[in-house]
């Protein structure tokens, strides 16, 4: 979760935010309530958490550290949170200056746990004191400027080092997705010749001297100086926010916003601007993002004079603006899920709690620890501007959707048109009947395929205008053998959603010698892939957590995507069905034609399932084509996937197994370590969720797929030859996991599969069980009747047993005197 820190009035307290929660730092020299110091220094942290129902901020635990350096001098100078490369875990830090002797600055880095236990990463000496241009990135590392050279020492090598790259200044550093910790700054350029000959002037030479660079801590060299913010812009940038990248043909393009000296807030995207806004006050000096929940996204930016305002993303308009405050917090105070802002107004911090305040989201939530002073005439005004601001979004609204409503109408009504010539051209031609369809009707109600793996093209000029539908169902039918397997899959529209229970692919073989069809095994298997070029949302950067903090806060809620915020662009996603066939039945026949049926079951608002069915095409065959491997798969060796049929083909025969990895404890960041260094994997390009397996071996063309839910949970699925190898590679899988690490087996693909395949099995129970149920009653009905017909003949019944008893007790009697004797003359002998 992102968390911003802030500076009160005392230089020696601190206050930043952390999962909801307010964090007050104090250093003193002792208890709170010690009135005369004593000598060995206290660091105090108290955590704060806002109480909907008295609308105040209650303490709710503290703790404290003792510093051993005594007669010192002792700076705060910053705190925020970051992430721990040893966990992954985000967590609050504050840095600690301690000025000694002989201009001797001793620096401490102490790391806060949710015990209220301090803990020190990292700690330094320098020879000068750090002023300008101090920040704490992952890991964590420091970065900071002396003289004109940027310096940073990280936790892990716990050495100082200096940037290479000649940086006047860096107006932001963080980390990306796939490219590591990277600064964002001016960096000095030297003019050409003839840039040289000519005299520029002084303004001319400080635009095109400097330019923006990403700069690679880890490389120790510059990604990219195009497509981030254009020269001219370079002397009047003084603080940048991104918000989003991503790699296009191997160069890094960026969207973000900068504020200026001109009092401007700048959208560019790919070094082009995009939108201005001309901030209310002057030196915007910070800027964060906040997201209230319903695509409504601000950009809420600080003031050098204590004032600040919020800026729609929408329209790039200012929505609020506030002063005469102290500091400004972005985060999820009341647990609704969505963030709010904390807007703390001067002297807030009295005896040791919060007492002038307002938390709001700039819409329903607004809380405050004063009531409002604007005037009645302030508040009409302020409702006319909103209403410019409002209505005018709602009208396009309104628009769009009848024009959708119309469109869905007309859509409808040629879709039940449709519907029915092809229900009937169905049934004819499964009876074998003569049909009085149209040819021109006929081709576009039931186009079929010949051999070649052509898309089912539906041509305009021979679709008549009664039948004409904006979106055809199946795109494209192709068929693969794979070792004594057929492999016949057909690619849907991406409107059309279908999951394994309401959709069938079945293969109707053609019998030369009569009109019927033979119906073939077949084990059906719905793939859908996404194509999007990064499964991650566009590389950004890890310090907006949005979502994660969502599922965080709402663990009853249904999400299933990446921890990450995600892309505002749509998802493209392509989806195949696939039926796979024994061959060895097949080959029996020189050459063999088989029929693509399609069986789609909807379900309406009663819930009752209408059935539809659509022949995607036809499959040839023959012993020819297999002599010649002109359909045969083989198993891929030393080289890519070239087709993405074969993948497909891939994904449908192998042996398809899911896990749910859970790590409690630390973030699964070694996943994608592992798939690409241990198991060698390479990433299908037009796929990128899907990892190819090059490992020499059984491991080799072994397919991956890795779903990262939240930091400390994802679903892994392998596509493997058998067990045995997807075993092993469980086996190398254990080995770079973390510690108390589990693995659970969703043997149908997922959790939410699992459900549905219930729900679907109980509710043909209760329809068979209702069917038992009014059978047994009839039988029950008609076995009364018929002992009421049979009363009378009872009595008689009765009388004739007792008779027959009679009769038989004399021959009974007779029969026990033979045993005896028989007894005896055995035990004689």
Known sequence: MTSKQAMSSNKQERLLCYNGQ?????????????KEPTKTPILHVRRMVFDRGTEVFVQKSTGFFTIKEENSHLKIMCCNCVSDFRTGINLPYIVIQNNKKNNVFEYFLLILHSTNKFEMRLSFKLGYEMKDGLRVLNGPLILWKHVKTFFFISSQTGKVASVSGNFSSIQWAGEIENLGMVLLGLKECCLSEEECTQEPSESDYAVWNTKFCVYSLESQEVLSDTYIIPPAYSSVVTCVHICATEIINNQLRISLIALTRRNQLISFQNGTPKSVCQLPFGDPCAVQLMDSGGGNLFFVVSFMSNNACAVWKENFQVAAKWEKLSLVLIDDFIGSGTEQVLLLFKDSLNSDCLTSFKITDLGKINYSSEPSDCNEDDLFEDKQENRYLVVPPLETGLKVCFSSFRELRQHLFLKEKIISKSYKALINLVQGNDDNTSSAEEECLVPLCGE?????????????????????????????????????????????????????????????????????????????????????????????????????????SKKEESFVCEHPSKKECVQIITAVTSLSPLLAFSKFC???????????????????????????????????????????????????????????????????????????????????????????????????????????????????????????????????????????????????????????????????????TLEKELVTLSSLSSAIAKHESNFMQRCEVSKGKSSVVVAALSDRRENIHPYRKELQREKKKMLQTNLKC
């Not at 307010?22 to 010690?34: I, M, R, T």
């Not at 052509?454 to 055809?472: A, G, M, P, R």
């Not at 794979?482 to 692919?505: A, E, I, P, Q, R």
């Not at 392998?718 to 969703?746: A, D, E, G």
């Open 452 to 556: 070649e793996e052509n898309s089912v093209h539906i041509s305009d000029e021979k679709l008549s205008d009664n039948f004409q539908d904006s979106e055809q169902l199946v795109e494209k039918i192709w068929y693969r053998v794979m070792d004594d397997n057929l492999v016949v899959g057909v690619k849907t529209t991406s409107s059309l959603k279908l999951s394994l229970n309401d959709v069938t692919l079945s293969l109707l073989m053609d019998q030369a010698h009569d009109s019927r069809f033979r119906l073939l095994k077949c084990q059906n298997r719905v793939i859908k892939l996404s194509t999007n070029p990064f499964p991650a949302p566009c590389l950004k950067p890890c310090e907006i957590g949005l979502e994660a903090k969502r599922v965080k806060l709402t663990p009853d």
């Open 594 to 760: 088989c029929t693509v049926l399609l069986h789609i079951m909807e379900r309406e608002s009663g819930n009752c399932p209408k059935d539809r069915y659509v022949v995607c095409g036809r499959v040839f065959l023959s012993l020819e084509d297999l002599s010649t491997g002109k359909y045969l798969l083989t198993f891929p060796k030393k080289k890519p996937i070239e087709h993405m049929e074969d993948l497909f083909a891939l994904l449908a025969a192998f042996h398809k197994s899911c896990f749910q990895i859970t790590s409690p404890g630390y973030a699964l960041n070694s996943m994608k370590v592992w798939l690409l260094e241990h198991m060698k994997c390479e990433i299908i390009k037009e796929f990128p969720e899907v990892y190819f397996c090059e490992r020499p071996g059984s491991f080799y063309g072994t397919l991956f797929t890795w779903k990262q839910r939240t930091p400390f949970e994802g679903i892994l699925i392998i596509y493997s030859r058998n067990q045995t190898v997807m075993f092993q590679c469980l086996h190398n899988l254990i080995r770079i996991l973390p510690i108390n690490c589990f693995l659970k087996n969703l043997k149908s693909g997922s959790e939410n599969f699992l459900i549905d395949n219930m729900a679907f």
């Open 22 to 34: 307010v964090l007050v730092f104090q250093l003193s020299k002792g208890n709170f309530a010690d």
